[in-house]
């Protein structure tokens, strides 16, 4: 249970650190400012009298956290966490800092899903077990898609936003009309592979599927809908964070199911 909650809190660290530098960068670089961040918006040191510095301290002082249980990890696994902490670190930094930061390349969708969706997962997968099995790569797959949607639901939502930053961002590049209709492709290939690799590897979970999606049928139905636009932003942001809830959640669950049938059985 201490290398569980030491996984979870390394993750929960990191994830952190990104937030908090982007709100570091976005500040000092003006692309957070009181002419296009509305009140309810999450530009925190814009509305709030934060000290820019000891946010970014802050944001040092979580990845330190975060390094400090990978170090705990390692000592008590093996050494894959720790390859795959000095690569993420190193995404951390590169997602907002320097002079052409990854958030604003058309690469933010794509870094952040498999930082997130699948380094990570890998390596809490190779501590647990102390193996390292590359097929967890393909079952990791829905998470890195729902977080690559989310970032893409909030660039295009963004779009104006990052433009005046001097980003060029995905959905910059695409437009929006582009934008939105690569957001329904994916949300589609999104549940499609999530069917299909139920149906091929963990059928006897299957019957969840339906009744996920069926609970979760609003929000995916908005999304397929969505004009992604900035002043729906707060909108979209949750619904994509509940599609993300029922899709991978489903997902999880049902592999979770099929698994304790097979050991049952």
């Given at each position: 249970?201490?290398?569980?909650?030491?996984?979870?809190?390394?993750?929960?660290?990191?994830q952190?650190?990104?937030?908090?530098?982007?709100?570091y960068?976005?500040?000092?670089?003006?692309t957070?400012?009181?002419?296009?961040?509305?009140?309810?918006?999450?530009?925190?040191?814009?509305?709030?009298?934060?000290?820019?510095r000891?946010?970014?301290?802050?944001?040092?002082?979580?990845?330190l956290?975060?390094l400090?249980?990978?170090v705990y990890v390692?000592?008590?696994?093996?050494?894959?966490?720790l390859?795959?902490g000095?690569?993420g670190?190193?995404?951390v930094?590169?997602?907002?800092a320097?002079?052409?930061p990854?958030?604003?390349?058309?690469?933010?969708?794509?870094?952040?899903?498999?930082?997130?969706?699948i380094?990570?997962?890998?390596?809490?997968?190779?501590?647990?077990?102390?193996?390292?099995?590359?097929?967890?790569v393909?079952?990791?797959?829905?998470?890195?898609?729902?977080?690559?949607?989310i970032?893409?639901?909030?660039?295009?939502?963004?779009?104006?936003?990052?433009?005046?930053?001097g980003?060029?961002?995905?959905?910059?590049l695409?437009?929006?009309?582009?934008?939105c209709?690569?957001?329904?492709?994916?949300l589609?290939?999104?549940?499609?592979f999530?069917?299909?690799?139920?149906?091929?590897f963990?059928r006897g979970?299957?019957?969840?599927?339906?009744?996920?999606?069926?609970?979760?049928?609003?929000?995916?139905?908005?999304?397929?809908?969505?004009?992604?636009?900035?002043?729906?932003?707060g909108?979209?942001m949750?619904?994509?964070?509940?599609?993300?809830?029922?899709?991978?959640?489903?997902y999880?669950?049902?592999?979770?199911?099929?698994i304790?049938?097979?050991?049952?059985?």
């Open positions: 249970m201490l290398l569980f909650y030491a996984l979870l809190f390394a993750a929960i660290l990191m952190s650190s990104v937030n908090s530098f982007n709100d960068y976005d500040f000092i670089r003006g957070d400012t009181i002419e296009n961040s509305p009140p309810n918006d999450d530009a925190i040191l814009v509305f709030n009298s934060y000290n820019p000891r946010v970014r301290l802050i944001s040092i002082c979580f990845l956290a975060a400090a249980l990978g390692i000592c008590t696994t093996n050494m894959m966490p390859i795959i000095i690569i670190t190193a995404i930094i590169a997602y907002s320097g002079p052409q990854l958030s604003y390349m058309p690469l933010g969708e794509f870094t952040s899903g498999v930082a997130m969706g380094l990570l997962p890998i390596a809490v997968y190779s501590a647990m077990t102390g193996e390292i099995n590359w097929q967890t393909y079952f990791f797959s829905p998470l890195m898609m729902g977080i690559s949607m970032m893409l639901t909030n660039n295009t939502c963004d779009i104006e936003r990052d433009h005046g930053a980003r060029k961002t995905l959905p910059i695409l437009g929006r009309s582009k934008a209709l690569l957001h329904r492709m994916l589609s290939i999104w549940i499609l999530v069917a299909v690799t139920l149906i091929v963990f979970g299957l019957f969840i599927l339906p009744l996920g999606l069926f609970a979760g049928r609003r929000s995916i139905l908005d999304l397929i809908t969505a004009k992604l636009s900035p002043m729906q932003r909108y979209h949750i619904g994509i964070f509940k599609a993300n809830l029922w899709i991978n959640g489903t999880s669950l049902c592999v979770l199911i099929s304790l049938r097979s050991l049952i059985a």
